[in-house]
């Protein structure tokens, strides 16, 4: 029945950081989906792949686990298309991938897959890591124990990706190696209970193991963990056997690992290397991105003052020039960053140092509440809090979770980039320090800082007031240091641009269209009244026609939709500095941060005919009490620090809402977190 | 004496475990009794550590290594 399927399904299986996902890459190129497991925020990508024969499969990625036994509810998803005999995407072959370096553990994921009845091939993959820590393997001689196809490859150095190719769509895969003899249990069961028959006996075993509450409740559970733990060991001895056969060790671990970490983990340069990482990171999100950044904005002022000389003045010029093009340039100005940024985040998850860092940071963050796992979410959430917050599921622990979900969103995103760099590049200061570094790079650095530091003092505060109740382990294995890999690299970068674009970009587009509509119209009666006195004044010779534009712009401005809007909650940001301009752009945030940058070009574009870009605006805007720059030194920080402390964020709200269960946990987030923001900016307002 | 005691640098082999607490993850990530390792880092701060087995670093917290007893060669 499954060779009249019109397109078969083929998973890639296999631990963590075994190399697998990086094969899917190599294998897939940027022709991916990823999914999330239904109920689940555990991602698994697909792709179709077609051979040069015209023959198509279907490839899946599963994610990296150790053995099919589920510890956590997510793994046991995660485990889900090979355990459920009825899944929608059954696979129909499988292909383990092992790290060919540390082959035992690795196996014991081949050998229950392999007893599930699926049919399968085997390929060790980082052969040449496996080589230079002196490992030998014995391919033929391992092909003919296991009875199925093995293939030797890297991913890294791209050795025989064709063949595995071949082997997908040609090859083919066997079902021939058993490995544990399950007891039969089929006998005990009626079709009425649980129906065992269409199944084999490991299949069997597990689809019991599953139904615990069927088959009589908790006095099973820990019969059950005892004989998985026997199962094991029975497969490890086998393991064993197998390898005594086919694999001559000459070392342990390799030398240059150990030596980059004695560095990396000591007590002085290991934190030093780790902070100095992080300032490099921010400075080149910077400096490189400026140049691609520049140009985008040049062209985006030339396309600005181009349609602006072609078109007849009127609502449709202001349509396509303050709220088309400004939207469309407030979303390409930051892919730049965008892509700068994932980039070192992958190159460190990619070279293994991400693993260390967990390390050396385990006991601090366990202070905070928290464990080395939540390092991730947080550096995650330096990208954006949505995905952040998803990734906490890796944390077992339930308390140490729910502080990482809650701690998370005060770590800087990428949608508050782009208003700190807008912010930053305005203040009206220009100082070098040590002659080199730009104030800004540091002004940069202070901002997560603030983030980083105030998520920690806010895991303090909640590890007082939410108990830990269970304890899991904490376990993490840290791979061999590997030159991080371009391709890699560069598939990750594209694929987190792209979702920036379609997902925040979409939004923020129609955002800056809605605030032109809010910002260009307002209650018609009150607009004729403004025309027609400014029509009076002009006809009386009061105010030239130049001023007289001017003039009805900024009181059709003040007297928009979106000016009342503004001016409602004034005397609620007034202490921090803002004005009601502000105050819109404030509320416009909550569906995306980086709308601010749209809202400014909006509002403050209002007064100009030119398409002029939004830095210059701002500079020029004066403050008509002060009759200083409204953006002063002290409202720039003031705002830069609301926007670091504050959940304006429609999306993180609603994501923290699915992922506790709860309404109570999100909405206390939001009040925390908007009184934190309050009180910050105010103390900055005050002091600068 | 318990994998928590062991020095930096130190080899042992597993002998057994003191509670059935996290037995079996133990054995997936290839502890296993008879195996044998050696404790190659501990973070700066004392806790965790990573322990070579089976020619791979595996971290762990101190309070989870004290489960398991081992013996010096």
Not at chain 1, 79 to 106: F, G, T
Not at chain 1, 293 to 314: T, Y
Not at chain 1, 464 to 491: A, H, L
Not at chain 2, 41 to 65: E, F, M, T
Request: net charge positive; proline share 4%; aromatic share 10%.
């Amino acid at each position: 029945m499954r060779d009249s399927k019109p397109i078969q399904n083929i998973y890639l299986v296999g631990n963590p950081n075994c190399g697998k996902s990086t094969l899917f890459n190599l294998l897939t190129g940027l022709q991916q989906k990823t999914s999330n497991l239904p109920g689940t925020t555990i991602e698994i990508r697909k792709s179709k792949l077609t051979h040069k024969s015209g023959k198509s499969i279907r490839l899946f990625d599963l994610p990296g686990i150790y053995s099919i036994n589920p510890a956590s509810k997510d793994e046991q998803i995660a485990c889900e298309p090979l355990l459920n005999p009825e899944h929608k995407d059954r696979p129909d072959s499988v292909i383990i991938i092992v790290d060919a370096s540390n082959l035992k553990r690795n196996l014991l994921l081949f050998t229950q897959v392999s007893d599930l009845g699926f049919p399968v091939s085997l390929v060790l993959n980082m052969s040449d890591i496996a080589a230079k820590k002196g490992i030998a393997i014995d391919c033929d001689r391992l092909e003919r124990e296991l009875g199925v196809k093995v293939l030797e490859t890297s991913a890294r150095t791209n050795q025989n990706i064709d063949q595995l190719k071949n082997l997908i769509f040609e090859t083919g895969f066997t079902s021939h190696f058993r490995c544990f003899t399950p007891p039969s249990l089929k006998s005990f069961f009626t079709a009425s209970d649980l129906d065992l028959s269409k199944y084999n006996d490991y299949q069997a075993l597990q689809i019991v193991y599953k139904n615990a509450d069927v088959v009589g409740g908790k006095a099973h559970q820990k019969i059950f963990e005892e004989q998985r733990s026997v199962e094991v060991m029975v497969r490890y001895k086998a393991i064993d056997g197998l390898l005594i056969k086919c694999l001559t060790q000459s070392s342990g671990r390799k030398q240059f690992s150990k030596k980059i970490d004695s560095v990396v983990t000591h007590p002085i340069l290991g934190y030093l290397l780790f902070l100095s990482i992080l300032f490099i990171i921010f400075q080149s999100v910077f400096t490189l991105a400026a140049y691609p950044m520049d140009l985008i904005e040049q062209g985006f002022d030339w396309v600005g003052n181009f349609s602006s000389n072609k078109m007849p003045n009127g609502i449709m010029e202001s349509l396509i020039v303050n709220g088309v093009l400004a939207g469309l340039s407030g979303v390409i100005v930051f892919i730049p960053q965008i892509i700068i940024l994932f980039m070192f985040l992958a190159i460190l998850e990619d070279s293994g140092y991400m693993s260390r860092v967990s390390f050396i940071l385990d006991k601090i963050m366990r202070k905070f509440g928290m464990n080395g796992r939540s390092v991730l979410p947080l550096i995650s959430g330096a990208a954006c809090a949505i995905p952040a917050i998803m990734s906490t599921r890796t944390i077992e622990n339930k308390r140490d979770r729910l502080i990482t979900i809650m701690v998370t969103p005060f770590i800087s995103c990428s949608a508050r980039l782009p208003v700190y760099i807008l912010l930053i590049s305005i203040i009206p200061i220009q100082t070098k320090i040590f002659g080199i570094f730009n104030h800004q790079g540091f002004l940069l650095m202070a901002m997560y800082l603030l983030g980083v530091f105030t998520s920690l003092i806010a895991g303090i505060v909640l590890s007082r007031f939410i108990k830990n109740t269970d304890s899991t382990g904490f376990f993490m294995e840290m791979p061999n240091y590997q030159w991080p890999r371009t391709k890699n690299i560069v598939i990750t970068c594209f694929t987190k641009a792209k979702t920036f674009v379609w997902d925040a970009g979409k939004i923020i587009f129609l955002v800056s269209l809605v605030l032109w509509y809010l910002t260009s119209f307002g209650p018609k009666e009150k607009f004729k009244e403004i025309e027609e006195e400014v029509a009076y004044e002009v006809r009386m010779n009061k105010i030239s026609t130049q001023e007289a534009n001017l003039s009805l712009a900024l009181q059709k401005q003040e007297h928009s939709y979106a000016g009342y809007f503004g001016k409602s909650i004034e005397p609620l940001i007034k202490p921090l500095g803002f004005d009601w301009r502000i105050g819109i752009s404030l509320i416009t945030s909550f569906i995306a941060r980086e709308v601010f940058v749209g809202s400014m070009a909006t509002i403050y574009g209002a007064g100009q005919d030119d398409f002029v870009n939004i830095r210059k605006k701002m500079q020029s805007e004066i403050n008509p009490v002060t009759k200083k720059p409204l953006f002063s030194t002290s409202v720039c920080l003031s705002l830069m620090v609301f926007y670091a402390l504050a959940l304006q964020c429609v999306s993180t709200i609603s994501v923290v809402h699915k992922e506790t269960k709860t309404w109570k946990w999100p909405i206390l987030q939001f009040v925390l977190m908007s009184i934190t923001a309050w009180l910050a900016s105010w103390v900055v307002f005050n002091i600068f | 004496m318990k994998l928590s005691e062991l020095k930096k640098g130190q080899s042992a082999e597993i002998i057994s475990f003191e509670k059935d607490y996290l037995k079996l993850k133990f054995y997936e990530m290839g502890c296993l009794p008879g195996e044998k390792i050696t404790l190659e880092l501990v973070a700066p701060l004392g806790d965790p550590i990573a322990i070579n087995i089976g020619g791979y670093l595996l971290s762990l917290r101190k309070q989870d290594a004290q489960n398991i007893n081992v013996q010096i060669d």
